[in-house]
């Protein structure tokens, strides 16, 4: 069901996402690709488009995109090749992108997003390999603009989807989706600050239930998350409003300003480009064998949504609880090998997407630096489960101790912690009924009222006595207890 | 045979940023017009069931492995540079657009 704009109209969306894929050194060069250099510093004559050089193809680059296109149910191309994309601009040496333009590495794809009726596969166009250009800086001199050229060479992926996302959550949740996808599988780490991931949206709208598409607007420069969704919005809303006042759309590449939060036109149709692109003469094409792309397919990890399925089946997870544990590929590593010392699955992912999660969340951590090993989190769970300790002593208390240990502290167990921190909950029913009796005579009212029927105060008897045991009388029995005391 | 008018003039001097006066546009006009006769001669060839031939060696996957190496220095490769700061190019203002 497409998201109806003002009674009327529905958006019809397309997204190219240049993805910058995670080799170590540039698609046609041996250049470092390594990210925040001295500027100018990673460049050789090749990437200078010196006289005389020639480009050698990044065999990783290949299996990268062949990866990314194995992940989208894409169809490999064993054929294909680069061509030049010529135009000037100063941080392009060579006077052309080498891009692959009619044969392009992968065809077709899926990817799936979350909707509001659940999820749905969006119909991918093709990925293709190409070259990044280097950057431009504007705002060192007055009068000049100041080229780095790092970046030119470096291997990217075109990820380009058909017209099939229908509001801007949709196409929000297709970058998420791609993002987590290129980052699980390990071909890029995606990182919009950094411009390892960007994105240009191809926008039209329509009278709703019509199924031709209107006359599209390109926007280009969505280089964060946030601008996605607020540059589709306003460009949407621009066109109706454009549309209700008796105008029509006109072919353009608009551009996102984030500042004002407007798009804003940079070229009209008619000032189209004319790349005159032709099959690059310097690279010899490329014949890809079924064995190399079924070996590529063999050191594929099981992807995010395979192992949501599986945590729902064979755990017994809500769909909530598995969703966050695949939302990150770090995290459903830790999670299956926590499920490897323990049976209790439910008690896992509530401790990985509570406590743990905090943790990342507040300390921009991942999972693998909170300073929790697997193994520990598994007996962590084994002594609440047990009623060793309560599950918010185990959180605030022991789970900190356990993260930091004191130097004499290395190489115990959770257990000899708990004991060392004096938490475990005591089973001495005579300390039970002294904390009992102590909490019960400070509010004397509060237990004439409860015997006069306010029963619900039983929770505050109980959280008294949590309180002044420290934590260590286990509160299902203080509960039973006191209901035995006060009838 | 592909008709050489001024604006395809125009329009190529554009692409390749480089302006022409009317004296030398006239001259390109005639050479092109040569050029493109000259060129058109292949047509007379029958290509039917002939596929483009897009690259002229049999080579196919010439790659390199991902391996860091060949950078120059900074120094060296800003030496041809019409204009420096010593850590950047320079260039007329542009705005990316």
Same mark, same amino acid.
């Given at each position: ?22 080799? %170590? ?11 925040? %250099? ?32 194995? %992940? ?30 009619? +044969? ?21 166009? +093709?990925? +293709? ?8 800086? +504007? ?39 791609? #993002? ?25 709208? #329509? ?29 949407? *809303? ?43 003469? *310097? ?13 590529? #397919? ?86 609440? *489960? ?20 004191? $130097? ?30 102590? %909490? ?8 004439? $009222? ?38 | ?97």
């Amino acid at each position: 069901m497409a998201t109806i704009y003002q009674g009327k109209y529905e958006a019809v969306i397309g997204l190219e996402i240049h993805v910058q894929l995670d080799t %170590a050194s540039k698609l046609f060069c041996a250049d470092s690709t390594k990210f925040g %250099a001295e500027p100018n510093t990673h460049i050789s004559p090749i990437t200078l488009a010196l006289p005389g050089t020639l480009p050698k193809i990044n065999k990783k680059a290949i299996e990268y995109a062949v990866r990314l296109g194995l %992940a989208c149910q894409c169809e490999i191309m064993p054929y294909n090749f680069f061509a030049r994309k010529n135009y000037f601009y100063p941080d392009l040496p060579k006077g052309w992108q080498t891009t692959q333009h009619t +044969h392009p590495i992968c065809m077709g794809g899926l990817v799936p997003i979350k909707t509001q009726t659940g999820i749905r596969q969006v119909q991918m166009h +093709h990925i +293709h390999l190409e070259e990044d250009a280097g950057k431009s800086i +504007h705002d060192i001199y007055e009068g000049e603009s100041c080229v780095d050229l790092n970046r030119a060479g470096t291997a990217l992926v075109e990820i380009v989807s058909e017209p099939d996302m229908f509001s801007a959550d949709e196409a929000w949740n297709y970058v998420q989706e791609l #993002r987590r996808l290129v980052r699980w599988i390990g071909v890029s780490d995606a990182n919009m600050e950094e411009g390892s991931l960007r994105c240009d949206a191809n926008i039209s709208i #329509r009278p709703a239930g019509d199924t031709r598409l209107g006359t599209r607007v390109e926007v280009k420069n969505l280089n964060s998350t946030r601008n996605i969704k607020k540059a589709i919005d306003f460009e949407i *809303d621009r066109m109706i409003r454009l549309v209700e006042a008796g105008g029509m759309v006109q072919q353009q590449t608009r551009s996102f300003d984030a500042a004002t939060g407007t798009t804003f036109a940079i070229r009209d149709k008619e000032q189209a480009n004319d790349y005159r692109y032709f099959p690059e003469p *310097d690279l010899p094409p490329i014949q890809l064998s079924q064995s190399f792309i079924e070996q590529i #397919r063999a050191s594929m990890p099981a992807l995010p949504q395979q192992l949501a399925h599986k945590y729902q089946t064979s755990f017994g997870l809500s769909p909530y609880d598995a969703e966050q544990l695949v939302s990150d590929k770090d995290i459903a590593v830790y999670f299956e090998a926590a499920t490897q010392k323990t049976n209790q699955y439910k008690a896992v992912a509530n401790w990985i997407n509570g406590p743990i999660r905090s943790i990342i969340n507040e300390e921009h951590l991942s999972i693998d630096q909170v300073g929790i090993t697997p193994e520990t989190l598994a007996d962590i769970i084994q002594l609440v *489960d047990t009623g060793k300790l309560n599950f918010s002593v185990a959180s605030t208390r022991l789970l900190p101790a356990l993260r930091t240990p004191g $130097a004499d502290q290395k190489g115990q167990s959770a257990l000899d912690i708990a004991t060392r921190l004096n938490l475990i909950q005591t089973d001495n029913e005579d300390l039970l009924e002294t904390w009992i009796n102590e %909490a019960l005579e400070s509010m004397p009212d509060k237990v004439q $009222a409860y015997q006069k029927g306010k029963k619900g105060l039983i929770g505050l008897f109980v959280g008294e006595v949590k309180k002044r045991s420290k934590g260590k009388a286990d509160p299902g029995r203080v509960m039973d207890l006191i209901k035995e005391k006060l009838g | 045979m592909v008709a050489i008018t001024d604006q395809l003039i125009d329009d190529l001097a554009h692409l390749s940023r480089l302006t022409f006066d009317d004296a030398e546009k006239a001259a390109i006009k005639t050479d092109m017009e040569q050029m493109v006769q000259f060129v058109e001669k292949l047509n007379e060839v029958d290509t039917t069931n002939v596929d483009p031939l897009l690259h002229i060696t049999p080579n196919q996957n010439i790659f390199r492995e991902d391996i860091v190496e060949g950078s120059i220095s900074r120094e060296e490769a800003l030496k041809n540079v019409p204009k420096t700061d010593g850590t950047y190019i320079l260039v007329p203002k542009v705005i990316k657009k």
